[in-house]
């Protein structure tokens, strides 16, 4: 294209040239349906939007086909049905399928947002705990990034976690949802409903 050309097409509609963004290099995505294992708590509806019911304290399931793979993106949507805390938690491998660590949104009472285990803290208590207010019945977007030495996490495109993990010790909190690893989701005394899951391999 001649430069006298191009120039005409940046005028167009007076927008002008805007600088665009690389985007990751990534993989086509792959769905994430159907293929989920029970492994405690409330009632579970592996179907399209995945209901993960209500328990005594934790449900929890697992995924049994191909588990994302660092490096990788994540999304989803999520939103609460009922109860009071976390209605989606979302368990991943970091360095490999041995080594996880869950991202929780909504919990201790409803609110706190962030990465369990760092360095032996929970996210309750670490450098990613932040707070958010979350509606019943309303549906969140949630985005997961595990690249190079970083996780980074949105909801509803505003970045919530950005955490460098050079040197981090990471790992599941103990108890129950160790059975999520490598991958796997889970709700507190909360009903969940999660849909339009995927993810990809990026560069």
Do not use: H
């Amino acid at each position: 294209m001649k430069r006298r050309e191009w120039m005409g097409l940046c005028g167009l509609a007076a927008v002008g040239c805007r600088k665009v963004e690389t985007p990751l290099k990534a993989q086509s995505w792959i769905e994430m349906r159907g293929e989920w294992i029970a492994m405690s708590g409330g009632e579970i509806d592996t179907g399209e939007p995945l209901r993960i019911g209500w328990g005594e304290t934790m449900t929890a399931v697992r995924w049994k086909g191909e588990p994302p793979a660092p490096p990788f993106e994540l999304e989803l949507m999520a939103k609460r049905i009922d109860g009071t805390d976390f209605f989606c938690a979302v368990t991943f491998p970091v360095r490999s399928l041995d080594e996880c660590v869950t991202f929780v949104v909504g919990g201790w009472g409803g609110g706190t947002v962030g990465i369990s285990s760092i360095d032996g803290k929970d996210a309750s208590e670490n450098e990613t705990t932040t707070y958010g207010r979350f509606e019943t019945d309303v549906w969140y977007a949630i985005r997961l990034v595990r690249k190079g030495e970083r996780i980074q996490a949105w909801i509803d495109d505003k970045i919530v976690v950005d955490l460098d993990i050079t040197g981090k010790a990471l790992a599941l909190r103990p108890g129950p949802i160790e059975d999520c690893a490598p991958f796997g989701l889970a709700t507190w005394q909360t009903t969940g409903l999660i849909r339009n899951l995927r993810w990809r391999r990026i560069d």
